[in-house]
């Protein structure tokens, strides 16, 4: 349907039986051509005109003033902002809204979503000058009551935009992949015995393993706006994650607190607690910091 | 990972970064494979991190491999294959031990040792856990490894087909490689490999109510279809019994497992009262409650008319907090309840695909050099239905023995047999009101058969791409109508016809609504004109996966005249082990579908498995 190349010949030579009697008997029916251009824009405008009603019809409607960009196409290079008015639902969060927008307004309305419950994190935004998580954000809870007349909804702030709310994430990634983050012990037990690990020691490390990558945290922090080598908290928050997992060893842990401590490391951190704040996974990405601060200090390390 | 190159090579391709992928992934490269993933999310981003109960593995004294096959055997209800079972069974405790020596912070007991809990249908508490947020460590921790290893990663990318040889015979075709658009420049790109495995997840998209991420379009079981890979016992889907009523969202059976109760609006404890699961109550299999669930409903017993209560507050705070935790914060953010203080408002919504990409136990499929892992895949451990915990399991198992296999080491010779080839019997009275498959006349899509002309492999892929060029320049140049509303036709048609019950004149009519999508999706066009994070073309593609996956569902459904596990029946209310202990097959056949049966193995290593009554 989209190529032109013809179907193989091999086809009508299969002998294999066939589903359904219709096909056999030479059907037509189903195999119509294409829409002419008249018919494609009387379908395109019966869309127009089902959101149009769907709008209408409901109870309460929410503005949505979202920020547009592309840098290919010439009528969004420059930034702009976009109205649309969406049909509010109870219950519906600013990724509902941004789906419904797209599906029936305007298809290139570009944003990163999946899971639609927290835990992928490719949807935080800045929604009303917040970094906060679209699939977690209530619309209602955006206003003191009711619902607000209006919700903003900007990419990350601190990020290149790519397009619409899409930013570029490769530095988050290569910020959270130079702290080494994966466990590295090698000294594990044979076969089927696992290395033993206490509950508290568990619950030490269980907010900061709740990490979704979702870069909030880096795009609230003031201090890695303006210095783009600082780990940031999510990075540290990985690095607590493994320093203080007591399934690794002395040496590791050692060589884990040089990583951290490092120029750019957790002695940047001026404690503004600005990514704790916006952590939409409740990590206390401050505390954790602060520990790693903590335990260089007792390991007597450098810091700058 | 950026690079401008039009065509890539490498000896093993994953498709997908979930759990499969990143485990087929690391045993490539444990292998000695240069191998790379290509994802269209960042491999943490995928569905496998939503996953929260745990993973089966019999780890304790007390505990056997043999009984975790036999429970899974029953859970089945006497589809899963047992040298699939049994391979499962056997090496999930050594792969899941893997996990916690690769950091994965699994909860613990006062001795140190990882926790294990009851989950449904399982006669030992072996499903193994990290809090209620199983899937999200499990995911985590294996990316970490493809980290450590330095795995290329090609993430958003999305692979749009394969590059598969044009013999007329699947079983003498092979794969050479496949077609990748990158989504951040929207360039085109041809990837060569000796091996490609497809771990693209689940296809819940095909549903309007469901727990699977938007992501979930089942692209890999669609192009493995249209590339001639039989797509097994698509009929078995399974709907979870306990997902929040306005957004689907998974309220894990680990609920249930800690002791949760359901309730109907009555008050009554209704698994028992009203003797759906007599024994087990609650923790019956996933299917049995779910449709105690719906006939509550539809017998006037739900509450709001809709759905069913779900309580865990006799639990205790402690406990909630220290197990549950995730839950709370789910039926918070998500449905605005407090689980401390009131029940959990459920009711059963599209989970899991039992059925998928045909697989043999080393995770290939008949096209040669084609594997498929995970979720998309049918190896067939699950069956007709799948037991709580046992698909992570199936993700780190299996994952790894495609990985292996396609990097060359010698698993040695499968004992189940794949491809046309391998039929027991053929459909040759199916009543569909319209015709599946591609549509006579149309423009045939740029995958209506095994793909390239060219048998030299570069070629093959070479060709391909050229295709997918020209797939993506005309849906980008030509006028059109919008995927959206299709796809939005498509899962309510799904959802009202191919849902818990189904019956004949349903299916029949969902045939006929997925054909009028395939219909007016000839005339679908992109109106984003950019080459930049082009989601619109992206979503387009994904329509077209989600027509052909709904159709083999649908196609098995229709075929499958018997009620077994999560296939009900309305006009066979019976299994029927005389009849269908077959696996049904659903082939592309060049654009015709056919239907193809071929027999269940229930013949052990050591003993053959009886078909018994299977009773909660």
């Known amino acids: 349907m989209s190529t032109g190349i013809t179907k193989p010949e091999e086809e009508e030579e299969t002998e294999s039986q066939a589903v359904g009697a219709a096909r056999a008997a030479g059907e037509s029916a189903y195999g119509q051509a294409r829409m002419d251009e008249s018919e494609i824009d009387a379908a395109n405008e019966a869309s127009q005109r089902r959101a149009r009603r769907a709008v209408e019809d409901a109870d309460r409607t929410v503005e949505l003033k979202v920020f547009r960009y592309d840098p290919e196409v010439p009528e969004k290079e420059e930034p702009r902002f976009d109205s649309f008015t969406v049909p509010f639902a109870k219950g519906m969060t600013v990724l509902d809204a941004l789906m419904w927008a797209r599906d029936h307004y305007d298809s290139s309305l570009t944003f990163r979503h999946s899971c639609r419950q927290a835990v992928c994190g490719s949807d935080a935004l800045f929604v009303d000058g917040k970094q906060r998580l679209g699939c977690k954000t209530q619309v209602a809870d955006l206003a003191d009551e009711g619902i607000p007349g209006e919700v903003r909804i900007e990419p990350l702030p601190h990020a290149e935009v790519v397009k619409d709310l899409v930013v570029d994430m490769e530095h988050f990634y290569d910020q959270m992949e130079s702290v080494e983050p994966y466990f590295q012990d090698e000294d594990t037990p044979d076969g089927l015995n696992e290395q033993r690990q206490s509950r508290e020691n568990r619950e030490k490390i269980k907010m900061s393993t709740r990490c979704i990558w979702c870069g909030a945290c880096m795009s609230s922090c003031n201090i890695a706006a303006g210095n783009n080598e600082y780990l940031g908290p999510a990075a540290i928050n990985k690095a607590y994650r493994f320093a203080m997992d007591e399934r690794e060893g002395e040496d590791l842990t050692e060589h884990r607190l040089n990583i951290i401590e490092q120029e750019h490391g957790v002695w940047r951190c001026q404690t503004q607690f600005s990514c704790t704040e916006v952590c939409p996974k409740d990590i206390p990405l401050t505390e954790h910091i602060q520990a790693l601060k903590r335990e260089a200090v007792k390991k007597n390390l450098k810091f700058w | ?487 939005s036709d498509l899962q309510d048609a799904m959802t009202e016809f191919v849902n818990v019950f189904r019956e004949k004149e349903g299916l029949q009519q969902a045939l006929e609504a997925i054909r009028d999508c395939r219909e007016r999706y000839q005339n679908v066009a992109v109106a984003d004109p950019s080459r930049t994070f082009n989601t619109d073309l992206l979503h387009t593609i994904e329509t077209r996966n989600l027509i052909d996956v709904a159709e083999t569902i649908t196609l098995g459904a229709l075929a499958r005249d018997e009620f077994r596990g999560a296939h009900w029946r309305k006009e066979h209310q019976e299994r029927k082990d005389d009849e269908w202990l077959k696996h049904t097959m659903i082939s592309w056949n060049g654009g015709d579908p056919e239907v193809f049966y071929t027999d269940v193995i229930l013949e052990g290593e050591e003993k053959t498995y009886e078909p018994k009554i299977r009773s909660y």
């Not at chain 2, 007709?384 to 040695?412: K, M, Q, T």
């Open chain 2, 1 to 487: 990972m950026t690079n401008n190159a039009t065509m890539h090579e490498h000896d093993v391709i994953v498709v997908g970064g979930g759990g499969a992928g990143l485990r087929a992934a690391i045993a490539a490269e444990e292998e000695g494979a240069d191998v790379a993933i290509v994802t269209k999310l960042h491999p943490v981003r995928s569905h496998t991190g939503a996953a929260e109960g745990g993973i089966n593995a019999a780890l304790r004294d007390g505990d056997d491999p043999k009984d975790h096959a036999y429970d899974t055997m029953k859970g089945s209800d006497y589809l899963g294959d047992a040298p699939a079972i049994e391979t499962l069974c056997e090496t999930s405790p050594e792969e899941t031990i893997q996990l916690e020596h690769w950091g994965m912070p699994f909860s613990r007991e006062e001795d140190g040792r990882v926790s294990q809990r009851p989950f449904g249908g399982l006669s030992f508490p072996r499903t193994t856990y990290a809090g209620a947020e199983t899937g999200h460590h499990l995911l985590h921790t294996m990316y970490e490894q493809v980290v450590k290893r330095g795995v290329t990663v090609y993430d958003e990318f999305y692979v749009m087909d394969l590059a598969v040889t044009d013999h007329p015979d699947p079983d003498e075709r092979e794969c050479h490689g496949c077609i990748a658009y990158n989504i951040k420049s929207g360039d085109l790109v041809g990837f060569k490999a000796d091996g490609v495995i497809l771990a693209t997840g689940g296809d819940g998209q095909a549903f309007d109510h469901t727990t699977n991420a938007v992501a979930n379009t089942g692209d890999g079981l669609a192009m493995a279809y249209r590339a001639g890979v039989p797509v097994e016992d698509p009929e078995f889907v399974q709907f979870h019994p306990t997902t929040l009523p306005s957004t689907g969202v998974l309220i894990s059976e680990g609920v249930r497992g800690e002791g949760g109760i359901l309730y109907n609006s009555e008050g009554e404890r209704f698994l028992f009262e009203r003797g759906y699961a007599n024994n087990d109550g609650e923790l019956a299999s996933r299917d049995v409650v779910a449709r105690a669930e719906l006939t509550e409903v539809s017998e006037g017993r739900g509450v709001n008319d809709e759905y069913v209560d779900l309580d865990m507050r006799h639990l205790g705070e402690e406990r909630i907090v220290d197990r549950l935790e995730n839950i709370l914060h789910l039926a918070e953010d998500f449905e605005g309840v407090d689980g401390l203080e009131e029940p959990m408002p459920v009711k059963p919504g599209q989970h899991y695909h039992m059925g998928g990409i045909e697989t043999d136990e080393n995770g290939e499929t008949c096209v040669s050099g084609l594997y498929a892992a995970g979720e998309c895949a049918c190896v067939s451990v699950h069956g007709s239905n799948r037991l709580g915990g046992n698909a992570l399991p199936e993700l780190i198992v299996f994952g790894a023995r495609a990985g292996y296999d396609a990097a060359g080491r010698d698993l040695g010779e499968a004992r189940i047999d794949t491809g046309p080839g391998a039929r027991s019997e053929t459909e040759t009275d199916l009543d569909t009101p319209v015709s599946p498959g591609a549509l006579d006349g149309a423009e045939p899509d740029a995958v209506a058969d095994g793909g390239a002309l060219a048998t030299n492999a570069e070629a093959v892929v070479e060709d391909e791409l050229r295709r997918q060029r020209e797939r993506v320049e005309t849906l980008l140049e030509r006028d059109g109508i919008n995927h959206a509303e299709i796809r």
